[in-house]
Nanobody, 118 residues
């Protein structure tokens, strides 16, 4: 299993970013996929999950209305569109195969840094 995130960077408050996660080594279109983040000095925080077919999405409360998770099964790619970014969104964002179990176990990408700052 390989999960490679990209698209992170420095953005001003109120700005937008789109994260991507390129998946390989497994049958992407039969698994739900998840984004998890870790802010500096804090624990892991579930962000969003999408079902295998993309029909159903779930968001943590702070992300509702600002973040959109999506996937392209033909391209084996997961996305996270982030709008109205706030300083508290600063974190390393990880792509996770399947659902988040509350631990770091399972198949995770290496993460991509998102920094929201003026």
């Amino acid at each position: 299993v390989q999960l490679v995130e990209s698209g992170g960077g420095l953005v001003q408050p109120g700005g937008s970013l789109r994260l991507s996660c390129a998946a390989s080594g497994f049958t992407f279109d039969v698994f739900a996929m998840t984004w998890v983040r870790q802010a500096p000095g804090k624990g892991l925080e579930w962000v969003s999950t999408i079902t295998w077919d993309g029909d159903t999405t779930y968001y943590a409360e702070p992300m509702k209305g600002r973040f959109t998770i999506s996937r392209n099964n033909a391209k084996n790619t997961l996305y996270l569109h982030m709008n109205s970014l706030k300083s508290e969104d600063t974190a390393v964002y990880y792509c996770v195969k399947g659902h988040y179990t509350g631990t770091s176990e399972g198949d995770w990408g290496q993460g991509t840094q998102v920094t929201v700052s003026s």
